[in-house]
């Protein structure tokens, strides 16, 4: 199972919008890598110059992979709040990068100390909800921001709620994700 199709398909995504043209032959790929059509959450980020440029994503499978990668590589291009719409000079500057999600799972804790021991930094994805407010960061988000104090201060910002939410004792979901990059 090549799981780089998923680059392809992501990139040719992006194209379509830009073009107008049909680019993605559904079928064919869905006859030639049938676990493409499978449930699954992907997450596609947009780089430029390493610079993040859009990402946008599932945190739950409800739509065959294939679609999943489809949507969310033209939702990150072009629907990404945080940026303007993708332009067509932009194109070949994008490094696209997909994170396949395993299901969230709740991650029951005592307190901030308890979570510190139970939170993987580098391994987890985290979901922070309280109330109507929620926000996720991906594994790879621990790489800008190694430390659980500025993770989790950063995230509870994200959900729109004040830095130190995690003394609210806030629902938190854990999940993993697998990286896949052009090679």
């Known amino acids: 199972?090549?799981?780089?199709?998923?680059?392809?398909?992501?990139?040719?995504?992006?194209?379509?919008?830009?073009?107008?043209?049909?680019?993605?032959?559904?079928e064919t790929l869905l006859r030639e890598h049938p676990w493409l059509a499978e449930p699954g959450a992907a997450f596609v980020t947009l780089n430029e110059h390493r610079q993040l440029r859009g990402c946008i994503g599932s945190i739950i499978a409800h739509q065959p992979l294939?679609?999943?990668?489809?949507?969310?590589?033209?939702?990150?291009?072009?629907?990404?709040?945080r940026f303007p719409p993708l332009r067509p000079e932009e194109f070949d500057k994008l490094e696209i990068e997909?994170?396949?999600?395993t299901p969230p799972r709740e991650l029951p804790y005592t307190d901030?100390?308890?979570?510190?021991?139970?939170?993987?930094?580098?391994i987890d994805g985290v979901i922070?909800?309280?109330?109507?407010h929620q926000a996720t960061y991906l594994p790879s988000v621990w790489e800008q921001l190694p430390d659980f104090d500025s993770f989790f201060a950063t995230l509870c910002q994200k959900a729109g709620l004040a830095p130190d939410c995690l003394a609210?004792?806030?629902?938190?979901?854990?999940y993993q994700a697998e990286k896949i990059v052009e090679n």
């Open 128 to 132: 922070l909800r309280l109330g109507n």
């Open 1 to 26: 199972m090549n799981k780089t199709i998923l680059i392809e398909i992501a990139k040719k995504a992006i194209a379509e919008k830009l073009t107008g043209k049909k680019l993605i032959d559904r």
């Open 112 to 122: 901030i100390d308890d979570l510190r021991r139970k939170i993987r930094p580098g």
């Open 98 to 101: 997909i994170s396949l999600l």
């Open 66 to 81: 294939i679609d999943d990668v489809i949507h969310n590589a033209q939702a990150a291009a072009f629907s990404d709040p």
């Open 168 to 174: 609210a004792h806030p629902v938190i979901y854990t």
